[in-house]
């Protein structure tokens, strides 16, 4: 079976650094997705990773080994504006999305 | 600046009721899609469109019809509501069927049924 793993929540403190990681199976792997979730509102978009690496968007970073069927997102600076769900999702050969769980991320002064 | 508006943020409905969510998107997006978020649970595809009155199938199609007679909107129906589908259901839109398929949601609609 497809499976996306994620811890369910993690706290971090005003100004640090946290570091969220996803591990997956799936049929075939055609991309992986960061999205951010603010509490009673839509998902967005953060990041795509295809190729291994790490990608730089400002405060975010996301790494990809495709060979572990390992990512992280990387939140540098945090703030409290990103207390949210992180939802991590991996496009299956089917260019079909497998979503994780998600993790709740905590800031606090 | 909203691109994808879902018509109602919260319903209350009893059960054996129909149900109608509604949908708009403004990007002129060919691809649409209708999850449901649960509580400890990654996103669940319910149905999805890549052209109108096209439909297919996702994850959990079972007490779920939907229809998309134009581009931009797309309606999920509960035919007769269930305690079970109570749930946060979220609608998307992207524009390729392909590749970096972003999506963009809706604020979702929150649906109690009783």
């Known amino acids: 079976g497809q499976n996306i793993d994620q811890p369910t929540e993690m706290t971090a403190t005003e100004g640090a650094i946290v570091q969220i990681n996803c591990t997956y199976q799936t049929s075939g792997f055609n991309g992986l997705f960061w999205y951010q979730q603010h509490a009673g509102e839509a998902p967005t978009f953060l990041s795509y990773?295809?190729l291994d690496g790490l990608e730089e968007k400002g405060r975010f970073s996301s790494f990809l080994s495709r060979s572990k069927g390992y990512s992280y997102l990387l939140l540098k600076e945090l703030q409290m504006k990103d207390s949210a769900s992180y939802l991590c999702a991996v496009m299956d050969s089917n260019y079909q999305l497998i979503w994780g769980a998600g993790t709740k991320l905590i800031i606090k002064p | 600046d909203v691109k994808v508006t879902q018509s109602s943020r919260y319903l209350v409905k009893r059960t054996g009721e129909k149900v109608f969510l509604e949908c708009v998107q403004d990007m002129d997006h060919e691809n649409m899609f209708w999850y449901r978020q649960d509580p400890g649970l990654g996103l669940r595809l319910i149905y999805f469109s890549y052209d109108v009155k096209m439909k297919e199938k996702g994850d959990i199609p079972e007490g779920y019809s939907v229809s998309r007679e134009k581009k931009e909107r797309f309606s999920l129906i509960l035919e007769s509501a269930s305690t079970n589908q109570t749930s946060m259901y979220l609608c998307a839109s992207s524009y390729s069927n392909s590749g970096a398929n972003v999506l963009t949601f809706g604020a979702g609609s929150r649906l109690t049924v009783l």
């Open positions: 990773n295809v």
